[in-house]
Structures are given as C-alpha cells and as structure tokens.
C-alpha cells in the first residue's frame, strides 16, 4: 500500500541467494537502505560482490530470496513501467533502426506510433543523435549505440534510471561526453537514478550519494554524501580526498575478502590432512 511519506526506493533487509547446484551463492546480505526521489546515487564495491544484482533487482528482473524492494511504497515484484535500465553492453535490437529501438518501450505500452516516433525523434536530439534515426545499430560506434540505449531507457519517460556499468564499455573521451550529458539530464529531469560503476571518479563526479558494499555476500559497507558543487574537477582538492576515503574503503574490503578466502582454503586444506591422519 502506498503511504504519503514513502521513499522513492526502498530496501529493507534484502538477501539473495542464487542455488544452482552444485553450488549457492549468497550475493546480497541483509541489505537496507533508502533513495530520495530525484537522487543520483552511484554504487561501487569489490567485482562479483552483487551491484548488478542489486540493480536486477530493483528493474524487476530477479527476486530477494528474503527482505522487501519498494517503489514508491509499493512492493516491487516485476518490471515497473516507470523504472528503466541501461545496461553495459548496449542489447540493442539490431534489427530495428535507431529511431524504432528508442520507441520500442513505448510500442510495448501501445503508444499510437506517430506519438512514439516524436517522443523518440525529441529524445534522438536531446543526445545528439538527430541525424541517425534510420542506421541500424551495426552502424554506430559505441558511444551512439549508448546514446540509443539512453534515448531509449527516457522514451518511456521513467522516474527512475537504472544504469549498469553504462560508460565502461566506451572510448574514455565519449564517456566523458556521455557522463556530462547525464549530469545535465539529471539536472533538468529530476529523475532518480542509480548507476553501478567500478570507476570511483565517475561516482564522486556524478553522485549525490554514494553506496559503498562489501565483498560477497554485500552487504552496506557505507553510504558516503558526495557534497562537492557541481560541475566538479577530479583534480580539486576536496575531490582527492573523498577519492582517498572510498578507495581505502574498499581496499579494506578486498584485503577482507581475500583473507576470508584463504581462510576457508585453510579450513579445507586442514580437513584433509584430519581426513589422512584418520
Ligand atoms: N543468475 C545467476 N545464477 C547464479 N549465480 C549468479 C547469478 N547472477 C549472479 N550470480 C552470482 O552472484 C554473485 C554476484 O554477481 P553480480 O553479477 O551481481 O556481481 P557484480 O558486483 O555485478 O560483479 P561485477 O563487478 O563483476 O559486475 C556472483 O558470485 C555471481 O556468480
Ligand atoms: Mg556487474
């Protein structure tokens, strides 16, 4: 039920656990936190620790094993028409046009097509694309195809934008471009954005807050305000020292988790020789 004073995004007590055998794998651990309406908040951890499942989770794509997701109040147990994600690697329709691949969120909610195409040809021009509509996706370098695959992720006009890695696959001058640009329509729209990255000066440029997890199972480590005035300079001495802060964070982090691995290689390599001395 949604109540007034509700949270834009809401996890309380999250656990996922991932049994495939002959494996299981616990990706989040009793994960909690709560996001602004209109916040930009970035998401770093140690690699494999569970950001994408996070993120996965949220646009509707996976279940917790316990614990609740809530948008607006309202449990979130499938894809929402209102949150939408860009993912890493683009997974454009390479058979559709750069024009009806931004439509094709608003072809599924049955948007008459002339309305679509305008929406999508606004949208086309707002990430300087203008010029493109009919090339297929085999036609554009990576930072268009990440243009398209913004374009697309605002056609459906969503309040919230899930971004996965979203500038790791490009040259770094286009991501420079593309974060801007991000920055901008975050600025205008006011929309709620989360994007996972495993580049810290991206999160501490774009971010208002930061959600720093833990090695696997993650767990919320810290949750770090980025106050910095935007436009910001990575070379600003403020800057620097955040950078300091996190990047110590997280080496702590990777220094945990490698101990814990070694650890339990310990623990079985001394079950063995109990298994020989028997
Ligand atoms: N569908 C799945 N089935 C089984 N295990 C999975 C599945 N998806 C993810 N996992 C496991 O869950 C853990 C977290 O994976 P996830 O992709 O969320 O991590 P990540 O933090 O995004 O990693 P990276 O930084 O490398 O992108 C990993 O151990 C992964 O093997
Ligand atoms: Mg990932």
């Given at each position: 039920m949604a109540v007034d004073n509700w949270m834009h995004v809401e996890f309380s007590n999250v656990t996922k656990v991932y049994s495939e055998p002959p494996q299981t794998v616990t990706a989040l651990n009793n994960i909690s936190f709560q996001i602004h309406e209109g916040e930009f908040v970035c998401i770093v951890g140690p690699s494999g620790c569970g950001k994408s499942t996070l993120l996965r989770m949220i646009a509707g794509l996976d279940r917790p094993s316990s614990g609740e997701i809530r948008f607006k109040g309202d449990l979130l147990t499938a894809p929402h028409p209102k949150i939408s994600m860009v993912f890493q690697t683009f997974?454009?329709?390479?058979?559709?046009t750069v024009l009806d691949n931004v439509a094709f969120g608003l072809e599924v909610q049955n948007v008459p097509k002339r309305e679509r195409e305008n929406t999508a040809r606004e949208l086309l021009g707002m990430v300087g694309l203008k010029d493109s509509e009919k090339l297929y996706p085999k036609q554009l370098s990576g930072g268009m195809k990440q243009r398209v695959g913004i374009a697309r992720a605002l056609a459906i006009d969503p309040e919230v934008v899930l971004m996965d890695e979203a500038f790791s696959a490009i040259d770094e001058f286009t991501a420079e471009a593309l974060r801007e640009e991000v920055a901008e329509i975050h600025a205008e729209t006011q929309k709620t954005f989360l994007l996972v990255t495993h580049n810290l000066p991206e999160a501490i440029e774009l971010a208002d807050r930061i959600l720093v997890l833990s090695a696997r199972?993650?767990?919320?480590?810290s949750i770090v305000p980025i106050e910095l005035?935007?436009?910001?300079?990575?070379?600003a001495s403020d800057f620097v020292s955040i950078h300091k802060d996190i990047f110590s964070l997280l080496q702590s982090e990777l220094e945990a988790s490698i101990m814990r691995h070694r650890l339990s290689g310990l623990k079985e390599f001394q079950g063995l020789r109990d298994m020989e001395d028997r």
């Open positions: 997974a454009l329709l390479p058979w559709r199972p993650a767990r919320v480590k005035l935007r436009p910001r300079s990575p070379t």
